[in-house]
Structure formats: C-alpha cells, structure tokens
C-alpha cells in the first residue's frame, strides 16, 4: 500500500524494497511492446563498469579553480571563499537537511550515465571514480529541494514516507535507476538507445540526488565534462581577443581561470572532455 495521498502512483510511492518496486513495474507493463526488453537494456547500460552509472558534481569555473588551487571540495557548510566571500547554505537548504537528516558532512552529487550534469549548478561537471563514493552513500530520488515545494510541502513528511523515497548507493542505485527511465521511455516502438536513457536519467534539474558522507580530492575525479556551449563561448571571446576587440575583466578573468583549469586537470592526470547531451558514442554492449 501506498504512503503517500490518492493522485500519487502507489506502485511506486511505498516502503517497499527498490528491487520489489522495479519488479512489480514490469510485471504490470509485461505485454506493452519493448517494455520487458527495454528493461533490460537499461539494466545492461547502467551497469556496464567502463560507461555504467556514476556520481557527479557540477561546479562554476570559480569554484573548480578553488579546488584544484586548494586539493580539496568543500560544501557550504565548510564556508569556501568564492569571488573572497565566504558563501554559506541559506535558509531553504538548511530546512531541507534538517528534514533529511543531513548535516555538515554531507555533499552533494548526482547520479548520472553521461552528458555535462546538473549545469544549474556550474559548467564543469565532475565525474566522481567509483570507489569514491563509498558504500555509505545514500539517494534521494529526487532534487532534494523538491520536499520544500507542493504538493510534498503540506505533507506531513514522517519518516516512513522519507525513507520511502531514499536509496542505498551500494545496494539501490541500479534498480532506482532504471525505474526512473522506464516510464519516461515510449515501448510502442523500438528498443532504447543509452542517450535516450542518460537523457531520461537526468534531464535540467530532474535527476537522483547522491549524498556522500565524505569530501574529495582532484584524484578522485574520474574525468570533467562539459557541454559545446562554454567551448563555443570560449572560442567566441578569444576570437574577439584576436581581432584586437577588448574584453571586460569579467570576461578576462574567466579566460584566465579556464587555461589554468585545463593544465592544472592535466597536472593531476584527471580527464577534460567536451560531451553532448548523452556523451556515449553505443548503444549498448
């Protein structure tokens, strides 16, 4: 049974094991078109050791500067000095943690297969070695700011009905995964490809959010990715530069810290990739 109010899909919405949930999914959707087959693919692509699912971190351009400067990653909690002022969690974020029962020593990641992240939060997307995460690393099936908007705000958000919408990183990221493409998917058709599922997976500021109980170091980093846009921006201002058009300091100070950025991944043997929205060249092995 359900936990939370009638609209909200009880299948889904419950204290049940991921696996269970998963399970009874395609249970109910056996018969409709490439849905059983479509399972498994997505089951393949994610688990797939070289190209599977991964945690990142996106960041400003400032921030990464931060560290690699500083060989280390800092939450708000920890105060960073960004742009020299200490920046700080605000209000919301600090409500939200206090509901989850997240603290000082959480960071926050998101579970994805490919393309440049959450880039709300910054161009550079740090990708995160597997055995950086930890088996104590915990999920939440969704953005956790989404407890503070409706219909979740009004609830009365009881610890059953949390941790109905948490997972173990170790034992659950694979199974909540791929419940969260398959209902995005359209079974009528074909078999899916790994960009549509990474694409499903995260998409904007929709995404399974990580919570590591540990910080980490510039070797931790698996590779860095961005999307073509900030290189076509890149590119853009330095052609100006070229052509003897002044830049702002904004715009010089930006450049400045991108070329350093760049040597300074190189210095730590940490791989720099321009990605399109999936960043996989397969379908599936």
Same mark, same amino acid.
């Given at each position: 049974?359900?936990?939370?109010?009638?609209?909200?899909?009880?299948?889904?919405?419950?204290?049940? %094991?991921?696996? /269970? #949930?998963?399970?009874?999914?395609? *249970?109910?959707?056996? =018969?409709?078109?490439?849905?059983? @087959?479509? &399972?498994?693919?997505?089951?393949?692509?994610?688990?797939?050791?070289?190209?599977?699912?991964?945690?990142?971190?996106?960041?400003?351009?400032?921030?990464?500067?931060?560290?690699?400067?500083?060989?280390?990653?800092?939450?708000?909690?920890?105060?960073?000095?960004?742009?020299?002022?200490?920046?700080? %969690?605000?209000? /919301? #974020?600090?409500?939200?943690?206090? *509901?989850?029962?997240? =603290?000082?020593?959480?960071?926050? @990641?998101? &579970?994805?297969?490919?393309?440049?992240?959450?880039?709300?939060?910054?161009?550079?997307?740090?990708?995160?070695?597997?055995?950086?995460?930890?088996?104590?690393?915990?999920?939440?099936?969704?953005?956790?700011?989404?407890?503070?908007?409706?219909?979740?705000?009004?609830?009365?958000?009881?610890?059953?009905?949390?941790?109905?919408?948490?997972?173990?990183?170790?034992?659950?990221?694979?199974?909540?995964?791929?419940?969260?493409?398959?209902?995005?998917?359209?079974?009528?058709?074909?078999?899916?490809?790994?960009?549509?599922?990474?694409?499903?997976?995260?998409?904007?500021?929709?995404?399974?959010?990580?919570?590591?109980?540990?910080?980490?170091?510039?070797?931790?980093?698996?590779?860095?990715?961005?999307?073509?846009?900030?290189?076509?921006?890149?590119?853009?201002?330095?052609?100006?530069?070229?052509?003897?058009?002044?830049?702002?300091?904004?715009?010089?100070?930006?450049?400045?810290?991108?070329?350093?950025?760049?040597?300074?991944?190189?210095?730590?043997?940490?791989?720099?990739?321009?990605?399109?929205?999936?960043?996989?060249?397969?379908?599936?092995?």
């Amino acid at each position: 049974m359900g936990l939370y109010p009638f609209g909200f899909d009880e299948n889904y919405f419950n204290a049940s %094991p991921w696996s /269970v #949930r998963l399970a009874q999914w395609v *249970a109910d959707n056996e =018969g409709i078109g490439f849905a059983g @087959g479509n &399972a498994g693919v997505v089951r393949q692509v994610l688990e797939d050791d070289e190209n599977g699912l991964r945690t990142v971190v996106n960041i400003t351009a400032f921030s990464l500067y931060i560290v690699l400067r500083d060989n280390a990653y800092k939450n708000l909690y920890e105060r960073p000095a960004i742009g020299g002022v200490p920046r700080e %969690p605000c209000e /919301v #974020r600090q409500r939200v943690d206090d *509901a989850l029962g997240l =603290g000082k020593q959480t960071y926050f @990641g998101a &579970a994805a297969l490919g393309g440049a992240g959450v880039r709300f939060y910054g161009e550079y997307c740090m990708v995160l070695k597997l055995n950086q995460v930890g088996q104590n690393a915990g999920l939440l099936d969704r953005d956790s700011f989404d407890i503070d908007l409706e219909p979740l705000k009004s609830l009365p958000l009881t610890k059953e009905r949390l941790d109905a919408l948490r997972g173990d990183w170790d034992t659950d990221r694979i199974d909540m995964a791929v419940l969260r493409v398959l209902p995005e998917l359209g079974h009528n058709l074909r078999l899916v490809t790994s960009g549509t599922i990474s694409d499903a997976l995260l998409r904007d500021q929709e995404f399974i959010e990580v919570h590591l109980d540990h910080s980490f170091e510039p070797r931790g980093i698996e590779e860095v990715r961005e999307s073509p846009d900030e290189t076509a921006i890149e590119m853009s201002l330095r052609a100006r530069q070229s052509r003897g058009i002044p830049l702002t300091q904004v715009e010089q100070d930006w450049l400045h810290r991108r070329t350093w950025i760049s040597k300074q991944l190189a210095v730590y043997g940490v791989r720099h990739r321009i990605v399109t929205l999936h960043g996989r060249g397969y379908q599936w092995k």
